[in-house]
């Protein structure tokens, strides 16, 4: 637990900083490779936690101090630690013990200080927990900012909306149909005692998340890790054999990779990223399917585009990240608001470009995971608005005005089907 505490402290800090929780523990690998899985797990489990409810938290220990403390690995340590004896079952004495042993590198006056807050903390636990969940930040664990906004959007389920960002997320599976077939799949689960709920013909939802290395086939490509709001993209993009096919902000290729499985389609996919790029032809690699994977900026097309108009076009642009803050929980607290309008003006900027490659009568399909308006429907209004060659299709009953909002099944999605006239 000693260095599971100090290393998650670190992570946290480093996040609170500015930095990518994701990238941050990345690091924190490469620089500890003797680290096990277990020990890994347990680190990401207690940096991801204090994110997941930072809001509450910091709530807590804002009560805890007589003043705001100066010394920020020291409140990224408190914060681990009072995760640790709110969230999980790990004997309060070994968790106040450790973090006491973590907190000695700091001085003396810090070790006295990390033993009283945590000590303070058990002693007068209900109280504090009832008085720290006065504000709405703390009670939904998201920026004010975040919450009002939600509030306008969503003012039915704005509440349900910021529950599900703070919930675990569920492991779901594709099904590779080109090397398997759902009933084979399903008996190969069986037979290894892994539970699990059908979510359609190519969706399997695990009750319990598993190690890929545990999951039976995944290494053979019979199955990908894919949520299932983001399997909806290759069926709604009404693919035919024989067309040609961009995938544009490709990477890491779950969709690209579903698109191939679908159909027998020339696929081109395109990341900025060189570095993502490679994440695209390793999944192909692994799965045993063959696409063009390519280099370049969306925006630009100039740059890679062969003149040759496509008939679809996926366009999963870079966004918020809104409807996935569960996978991701620090970009609650990293995101601001004036990122928003930032990240809407680069999707419009994309969805030009793209509607330039795109054959008449051809189909693109705009994505996002965001659940804010400004990236999706109102997006699209004001690109509509201009393109009066572009029709919106109908999309699936089960995506009602193309909007997925979080729930347990799957983490939120947008989706918009253009045609071009």
Avoid at 30 to 59: C, E, H
Avoid at 320 to 347: M, N, Y
Avoid at 384 to 406: N, S, T, V
């Amino acid at each position: 637990m000693l260095d599971s505490q100090r290393l998650a402290s670190d992570a946290v800090l480093k996040t609170l900083e500015g930095r990518n929780l994701t990238q941050t523990l990345n690091d924190i690998w490469q620089k500890n490779p003797r680290l096990t899985p277990q020990q890994k797990g347990a680190i990401q489990d207690l940096s991801y936690g204090v994110f997941r409810y930072y809001g509450l938290l910091q709530s807590i220990l804002n009560i805890l101090l007589n003043k705001p403390l100066k010394d920020k690995p020291v409140e990224a340590l408190l914060l681990v630690a009072l995760y640790q004896l709110r969230y999980t079952q790990a004997p309060d004495h070994a968790i106040v013990n450790h973090a006491v042993k973590v907190s000695t590198n700091f001085g003396v006056q810090v070790k006295s200080l990390v033993n009283a807050v945590l000590r303070n903390f058990l002693r007068q636990k209900e109280t504090l927990l009832d008085q720290a969940s006065g504000t709405e930040v703390a009670r939904f664990n998201h920026p004010q900012w975040w919450i009002d906004k939600l509030k306008i959007q969503y003012p039915a389920c704005f509440e349900s909306i910021l529950e599900a960002g703070n919930t675990r997320p569920p492991m779901t599976l594709r099904i590779n149909k080109r090397k398997t077939t759902f009933a084979s799949y399903e008996a190969r689960l069986k037979d290894n005692h892994i539970e699990y709920a059908v979510l359609s013909d190519c969706a399997l939802m695990l009750t319990k998340p598993l190690p890929v290395e545990k999951l039976p086939g995944f290494v053979e490509g019979l199955v990908s890790i894919q949520d299932r709001g983001a399997q909806w993209a290759a069926p709604l993009l009404d693919l035919k054999p024989g067309i040609r096919v961009l995938d544009a902000c490709a990477a890491p290729g779950g969709k690209s990779a579903q698109i191939l499985e679908s159909t027998d389609i020339e696929l081109l996919s395109l990341d900025s990223s060189v570095a993502r790029a490679k994440q695209i032809a390793d999944n192909f690699s692994r799965l045993e399917i063959r696409g063009e994977v390519k280099t370049g900026d969306a925006s630009r097309p100039e740059a890679w585009w062969d003149g040759t108009p496509f008939q679809r076009i996926l366009a999963d642009v870079p966004c918020s990240a809104s409807g996935v803050v569960r996978r991701h929980p620090d970009i609650k607290w990293l995101r601001r608001p004036g990122d928003i309008p930032k990240f809407a003006s680069g999707q419009l900027l994309i969805l030009e470009a793209l509607w330039k490659t795109l054959a008449s009568g051809g189909k693109l399909l705009y994505s996002t995971c965001s659940v804010f308006a400004e990236e999706n429907q109102g997006l699209i209004a004001a690109f509509m608005e201009k393109h009066k060659e572009a029709a919106r299709l109908a999309l699936d009953d089960e995506i009602p005005g193309g909007q997925l909002l979080p729930d347990d099944r799957h983490d939120g999605f947008f989706y918009a089907l253009l045609q071009k006239k």
